[in-house]
């Protein structure tokens, strides 16, 4: 029976879905249950991950140090897990830190085309005998060749393996199959698949990922993330046990760790609403969904124009604040018409 790793973002990609807002609380509750269930790898901090809180991206109610203590404490079996992105999280303060508070796995994430500003950050994590795996996101935006290009250079770093990412649910099962399929010809490490569900297609996509060679698969309880969400943990695995993939995780017990966290963790369930489609359509990063809507209120302009308009101008995570200018374009435009 072929063996698929379960990462678990819950307590890092469902912070986008609160403004970062997770207290110490809901951290502990949701690990301990994700622990009890024996989920593989459970990923916890900012929405951009750590060292990224700030205004620009949003503030995180729970300093990175206080959630990775509370969820170490409520991991036994599991194992802790975190995102890096360099340009936010530094070696110094942040890795170093992480590493002292006993995490164990490191995503070091970049845009699809940069894989270059991960390799100081994955070659000293390496170095330190830490699970390290590069990430490439927003992988709409490269052919598969590129990909394959990006992620051999992440393999060079040291990289255990490299996950791609579908920051702006906008892809394909096909999509997928053959850029997946490109990276496992490729290299010789492992690869992954992180879905996001704007066009209802995470799980999918997952199977598809998982069909072109990936071993590793990222799903969220109840899909909790930004935007339309996550692929749907407990339907993911649900899927994944149907079909003859092995996860070595309590069924029951996720399921019960999916049941808290919609009673404890989400505002509400994640679906693929119109923001979210056109998110998808347009190619956008599905963490800017709350941004874009605020926005838009703000300046009194249509959403969906200003996912349009940050498509079109190929804006990628980080850039949260070109949001405002795009918004302030099109009022402007607005005005010159009447």
């Known amino acids: 029976m072929n063996k698929i790793i379960i990462s678990d973002p819950t307590l890092r990609d469902g912070n986008h879905a609160v403004k970062h807002a997770l207290t110490a609380r809901q951290v502990a509750a949701y690990a301990a249950a994700a622990d009890a269930a024996r989920v593989p790898i459970v990923e916890v901090g900012h929405g951009n991950g750590i060292g990224a809180s700030s205004l620009q991206v949003g503030e995180s109610l729970l300093e990175d140090a206080e959630m990775l203590e509370?969820?170490?404490?409520?991991?036994?079996?599991?194992?802790?897990?975190?995102?890096?992105?360099?340009?936010?999280?530094?070696?110094?303060?942040?890795?170093?830190?992480?590493?002292?508070?006993?995490?164990?796995?490191?995503?070091?994430?970049?845009?699809?085309?940069?894989?270059?500003?991960?390799?100081?950050?994955?070659s000293y994590i390496r170095n330190q005998a830490k699970e390290v795996y590069g990430a490439l996101m927003m992988t709409h935006m490269a052919s598969k060749e590129v990909l394959a290009e990006e992620a051999y250079k992440m393999q060079s770093y040291g990289a255990d393996g490299v996950v791609l990412y579908d920051s702006a649910g906008s892809s394909l099962p096909s999509e997928v199959t053959e850029k997946v399929g490109e990276l496992v010809k490729t290299l010789n490490i492992q690869v992954g698949y992180h879905a996001h569900n704007n066009l209802g297609l995470a799980i999918a996509n997952s199977i598809a990922a998982v069909q072109a060679g990936a071993t590793i698969l990222d799903g969220t309880a109840r899909g909790f993330g930004g935007g339309a969400g996550n692929t749907q943990l407990e339907v993911l695995v649900a899927v994944l046990e149907k079909m003859g993939y092995a996860t070595d995780i309590d069924f029951y017990k996720l399921l019960d760790a999916s049941d808290l966290a919609e009673k404890e963790l989400l505002k509400e369930i994640p679906s693929s609403k119109s923001e979210s489609v056109v998110s998808a359509l347009a190619g956008v990063f599905s963490g800017f969904s709350k941004h874009v809507t605020r926005v838009a209120q703000q300046f009194e302009v249509d959403p969906r124009d200003v996912f349009f308009e940050l498509g079109r101008r190929k804006v990628v995570a980080g850039q949260e604040d070109l949001i405002i200018e795009v918004a302030l374009d099109l009022a402007a435009r607005r005005r010159g018409k009447t």
Request: proline share 2%; with cysteine.
């Open 70 to 122: 509370v969820a170490r404490k409520n991991l036994v079996h599991s194992k802790l897990g975190v995102h890096v992105m360099p340009g936010f999280a530094t070696i110094n303060k942040d890795i170093k830190r992480a590493i002292a508070l006993g995490v164990d796995v490191f995503r070091v994430g970049c845009h699809c085309t940069e894989a270059d500003l991960t390799q100081r950050h994955i």
